[in-house]
């Protein structure tokens, strides 16, 4: 009660303790974390977001070529990092 919307975000070598909600979102390619390890859960959307590094680029094609070939999985951005907040 008094929620209306959880978004799940889950980190590299953490347990996931939540496995359902509206929203997960990945940083992607992390070997740690692949897309399929989490299509069984129970999530309204999925979304990819290109891991921020030297690589970026790359990330991003990646991420996009991800969501092209698996319908499950759409585009998203890490606002926090586009605005420039660490």
């Given at each position: ?28 390619p ?8 989490f ?5 309204s ?20 070529e ?7 999985w ?13």
């Amino acid at each position: 009660a008094g929620i209306d919307w959880l978004c799940i975000s889950p980190k590299a070598g953490e347990p996931l303790v939540q496995k359902s909600g509206d929203e997960l979102k990945l940083v992607f390619p992390q070997p740690e974390n692949h897309p399929d390890d989490f299509v069984d859960l129970d999530f309204s959307h999925r979304y990819l977001q290109a891991m921020d590094s030297p690589k970026l680029a790359e990330n991003v094609a990646a991420a996009v070529e991800f969501c092209k070939a698996d319908p499950r999985w759409r585009l998203s951005v890490q606002t926090h990092k586009a605005i420039g907040i660490p």
